[in-house]
């Protein structure tokens, strides 16, 4: 398949603009922050001074005559997996950004994190329906597979259902993985609690939940046709008294709260990200902050 040249350029641009925050800023971080989930045996060798004597592995001792220590090795590779939403809601965005934009040059700044990690990457898309899924694997081909993904992805849903790919993840992995959910978390459906909470309790899940500003602030005074991006349903709403203020600041605020509660009921962490421009600052400034209570939890 060929791509168009104004694809490819976007691609292109996407993977140089990507690599560099990720050189310049997010290596490092991510490094920090996901330190390898255990330790796997290297060696023994003799005892020396100083050297824990729990470590000492008396089978070797015996046999040697004199003391002999395991040495072990911290485990690095781990598996990151990217579960983006692409339902036609990440299409809004009333600046330069849009939310899926900013949805995927995120993903993309991940996945380029893990891949200079050495770790193995995952992707599943998903609007209200399966998409795509990327089994993980590390390495410089499988990274750039992705990106080129997400930079040309052509979703065939268009509503969204987290719960939908919450279940198929918790089907494929197992093991302990890093794990970014991505969306707008416009959708009301219960049904994703469950799911939410298995991942949660696994894995090191993060919610990354974009919004763009026309979002949350009230319509102008009048009467205005608003159509459901995911759905094509048209509502009338009318913006003419105090009331339908409070009302519209009644339905954000209940929406932020549900969305808050999980991050207080679960052990998973959170990460609000805007359209403004701002959000590769922001996902820095979510690595530091993980960092600093790392830090603070070992003193």
Same mark, same amino acid.
């Given at each position: 398949?060929?791509?168009?040249?104004?694809?490819?350029?976007?691609? $292109?641009?996407?993977?140089?603009?990507?690599?560099?925050?990720?050189?310049?800023?997010?290596?490092?971080?991510?490094?920090?922050?996901?330190?390898?989930?255990?330790?796997?045996?290297?060696?023994?060798?003799?005892?020396?001074?100083?050297?824990?004597?729990?470590?000492?592995?008396?089978?070797?001792?015996?046999?040697?005559?004199?003391?002999?220590?395991?040495?072990?090795?911290?485990?690095?590779?781990?598996?990151?997996?990217?579960l983006v939403d692409f339902s036609r809601?990440?299409?809004?965005?009333?600046?330069?950004?849009?939310?899926?934009?900013?949805?995927?040059?995120?993903?993309?700044?991940?996945?380029?994190?893990?891949?200079?990690?050495?770790?193995? =990457?995952?992707?599943?898309?998903?609007?209200?329906?399966?998409?795509?899924?990327?089994?993980?694997?590390?390495?410089?081909?499988h990274a750039l597979k992705l990106l080129?993904?997400?930079?040309?992805?052509?979703?065939?849903?268009?509503?969204?259902?987290?719960?939908?790919?919450?279940?198929?993840?918790?089907?494929?992995?197992?093991?302990?993985?890093?794990?970014?959910?991505?969306?707008?978390?416009?959708?009301?459906?219960?049904?994703? @609690?469950?799911?939410?909470?298995?991942?949660?309790?696994?894995?090191?899940? =993060?919610?990354?939940?974009?919004?763009?500003?026309?979002? =949350?602030?009230?319509?102008?005074?009048?009467?205005?046709?608003?159509?459901?991006? @995911?759905?094509?349903?048209?509502?009338?709403?009318?913006?003419?008294?105090?009331?339908?203020?409070?009302?519209?600041?009644?339905?954000?605020?209940?929406?932020?709260?549900?969305?808050?509660?999980?991050?207080?009921?679960?052990?998973?962490?959170?990460?609000?990200?805007?359209?403004?421009?701002? $959000?590769?600052?922001?996902?820095?400034?979510?690595?530091? @902050?993980?960092?600093?209570?790392?830090?603070?939890?070992?003193?």
């Amino acid at each position: 398949m060929t791509l168009p040249r104004h694809l490819i350029r976007a691609l $292109h641009r996407l993977h140089l603009r990507s690599r560099r925050q990720v050189q310049e800023f997010l290596a490092g971080a991510y490094h920090s922050v996901f330190k390898g989930s255990g330790l796997t045996f290297e060696e023994v060798r003799e005892y020396q001074p100083g050297d824990d004597i729990r470590l000492i592995d008396w089978n070797v001792t015996a046999r040697m005559g004199t003391p002999f220590v395991k040495r072990y090795v911290e485990e690095r590779e781990q598996t990151l997996w990217l579960l983006v939403d692409f339902s036609r809601s990440l299409s809004f965005g009333t600046g330069e950004w849009t939310k899926r934009a900013v949805a995927v040059e995120v993903a993309a700044l991940l996945g380029l994190s893990a891949l200079l990690n050495r770790d193995r =990457t995952g992707l599943i898309s998903f609007t209200d329906r399966m998409e795509r899924v990327f089994p993980a694997s590390k390495g410089l081909p499988h990274a750039l597979k992705l990106l080129r993904y997400l930079s040309i992805a052509e979703p065939s849903g268009s509503g969204t259902d987290l719960a939908l790919a919450l279940d198929l993840f918790n089907k494929i992995q197992k093991r302990r993985a890093i794990v970014f959910l991505i969306s707008d978390f416009l959708d009301p459906n219960e049904r994703i @609690e469950k799911p939410l909470r298995i991942a949660a309790r696994r894995h090191d899940l =993060t919610l990354v939940r974009i919004l763009d500003r026309g979002e =949350t602030k009230p319509l102008p005074f009048g009467l205005w046709w608003l159509e459901d991006a @995911e759905t094509g349903v048209r509502h009338l709403i009318d913006a003419r008294s105090a009331r339908s203020d409070e009302s519209w600041d009644a339905t954000v605020q209940q929406d932020l709260m549900r969305y808050e509660r999980w991050a207080t009921e679960e052990p998973l962490h959170v990460l609000n990200l805007s359209t403004d421009g701002r $959000h590769v600052a922001a996902l820095i400034d979510h690595f530091r @902050e993980r960092m600093r209570r790392a830090g603070s939890q070992r003193r």
